[in-house]
């Protein structure tokens, strides 16, 4: 892996293909077997849950159901869920993506990460317990929080990018 954290590794390969061996040192770092995260014979989508980490990874491989063993670079991670609070079978204890302090973090403080939320908390959200909020990144990712009751600290991430899938560039 490479000198950027890993949380944003993952965040800035979401949507990506052109990663097959990104993957397999991803395998290797969270000490699971490649197969889990990229399967043989290829499938359409695949739920990698690193519930040690307190990561969901979904794969997709174009080619499913026309061969066997697919071109690895064709693998498309479509999203990345990581869990801060127990959620996902365990914690992701490494530095989050996007310089987010998962624990202290506030709405205005990720606004000013990622810019303007599009999909905000109101007070009536509040009393119905439906903490999400969306912000839309300039490089058509979207990154949903899931905020404590509180407002300070974030249960959950979860990074989408939107349109079609693009090859990945350092």
Known sequence: MSE??????????????????????????????SQDLMPVPVV?????????????????????????????????????????A??????????APFGIEPATCTPSIVSAALGDVLSGVTPNDLSATSLEQTYFLKDDRAVGMTWRSTLIGIESMHVVRLGIPMEYEN
């Open 44 to 84: 359409d989508s695949k739920i990698a849950l690193v519930s040690s980490m307190g990561l969901r990874l979904t794969l997709h491989h174009p080619h499913a159901g026309h061969v066997d063993d697919g071109d690895l670079d064709r693998w498309v991670l479509t999203d990345a869920e990581f869990g801060f």
């Open 86 to 95: 127990g959620q996902l079978g365990g914690n992701w204890s490494l530095p």
């Open 4 to 33: 950027m954290e890993l949380g944003t590794e993952i965040a800035l390969r979401v949507g990506c293909y052109g990663i097959g061996a990104w993957l397999l040192g991803l395998a290797k770092e969270f000490a699971i077997e």
